[in-house]
């Protein structure tokens, strides 16, 4: 009886597979390394750095791709895997490379708390996603009021296992090498992205000294040799609110009470 049922089984799980195969998500599917749904499910996100780009079935480049869309071309992100995003395009769900996706910035809209905002995407690894959590935990919430300073080196100081970091790809003298705290940049480099919709000019920013590859304009940090300091110019306090999901980092700056 129970070899009956197995067989069962086997001959229904086989039916389903070729019915449906096993390359294409559905757009309503859990995010894939999770049950729950990731802080990035349903976000829009659009196509850039390219003339178009291939959905793939799987997260490899030699999968079967399931369309071509363009640059420009508006997604849904589902989720993060490694170096791909899982998105949802024309009611098909599959990967593109990180470098493809930028994600849709909420509009800065005269007289409302939010004066400024920026999402920035790269590679997610466990370290280094672990480091920026943690930089934006110790972020989160921080109020500068009117003439006040913001201070990379105070707020966040020295990336040390006291603190919790853990080692993570860094840029020192022009190469990457392991060090304590990677991937810290992308918090002080959102922040600073965030800055450009705002009236807050930088006093003291750097960039890295082999370029950044998941922005523009960056803003390089290392304990004490380059800091990231800016003043709140406003006539009011703001808030930074810094959360993140694997290599996904979301700055807002808000008016504060």
Known sequence: ???????????????????????????????????????????????????????????TSSSESLAQIKCDEHVTVIDQTGEWFLVSYNGTSGYIYWEHINFSEPEIVPDEDL??????????????????????????????????????????????????????????????????????????????????????EPRDVHEHSIGCAYAEHDATVAHGYKNFIFENPYDFPIRLEAYSYKAVCFVNIYKAE
């Not at 392991?178 to 959102?190: E, I, N, Y």
Request: hydrophobic share 40%; charged share 15%; net charge negative.
């Open 115 to 200: 004066i400024g905002n920026s999402i920035i995407r790269y590679i997610s690894s466990e370290n280094r996603d672990y480091n920026i959590a943690l930089a934006c935990d110790t972020i989160d919430g921080t109020i500068i009021n009117p003439g006040d300073e913001f201070v990379w080196s105070e707020i966040i100081g020295q990336t040390t296992t006291q603190k919790g970091y853990k080692e993570a790809p860094v840029i020192k003298n022009r190469v990457t090498v392991p060090g304590l705290g990677g991937g810290v940049c992308q918090v002080s480099t959102t922040i600073y992205n965030a800055t450009f919709d705002t009236d807050i």
């Open 1 to 59: 009886m129970k070899s009956l049922k197995h067989l069962v089984t086997v001959v229904l799980a086989t039916i389903l597979l070729l019915a449906f195969g096993c390359t294409v998500f559905a757009v309503e599917a859990a995010p894939i390394e999770s049950g729950e749904q990731s802080p990035i499910y349903g976000l829009d996100a659009y196509i850039w750095q390219c003339n178009f780009v291939n959905l793939q079935s799987q997260p």
